[in-house]
């Protein structure tokens, strides 16, 4: 898993986006519905700019209708990939809303790798600072 995000995300192979996702549609299309947003992991605009897509909603291009990319957003930030574990446990959250439309929102969070959690607790944090009902979350991996 570890070079498939690699080559994935840092090479940017975005061909390699259709490797899960037939498996990602057949287990998640379902339980999408049931959310009133769907939410991609934001990347930083440095990153959109190297890379030229946003790996998580190349994962999950089957739910592309459903997806709200324009909610959240990040700060530029480190590459969150190259700090060690207590160092991401520490990092500032960076993320912030654009659009406050989550208050009383059931929200799934999209992400592609779930390393320590701390991405989708800060990510979570701020939607329910802004008064989300409930917040869940899908990552390809652990």
């Known amino acids: 898993m570890k070079d498939y995000m690699h080559y994935y995300k840092f090479v940017g192979d975005y061909r390699l986006r259709q490797a899960f996702s037939e498996d990602l549609k057949k287990k998640f299309k379902k339980i999408m519905t049931g959310f009133d947003l769907v939410i991609p992991i934001p990347i930083s605009e440095s990153s959109m700019a190297v890379r030229g897509f946003n790996q998580v909603t190349g994962l999950f291009e089957f739910a592309a209708l459903k ?25 500032e959250n960076l993320f912030y809303l654009v659009h406050n439309d989550v208050a009383e929102k059931s929200i799934l969070l999209l992400d ?10 800060q990510t979570a944090d701020v939607l329910y600072m802004n008064k989300a009902k409930k917040v869940s979350s899908i990552a390809l991996a652990r």
Not at 84 to 90: D, E, G, I
Not at 112 to 121: F, Q
């Open 112 to 121: 592609d790798v779930y390393t320590t959690g701390t991405t989708l607790h």
């Open 67 to 91: 997806m709200s990319t324009d909610i959240l957003a990040v700060k530029e930030k480190k590459q969150t990939s190259k700090l060690k574990r207590q160092a991401r446990l520490k990092k």
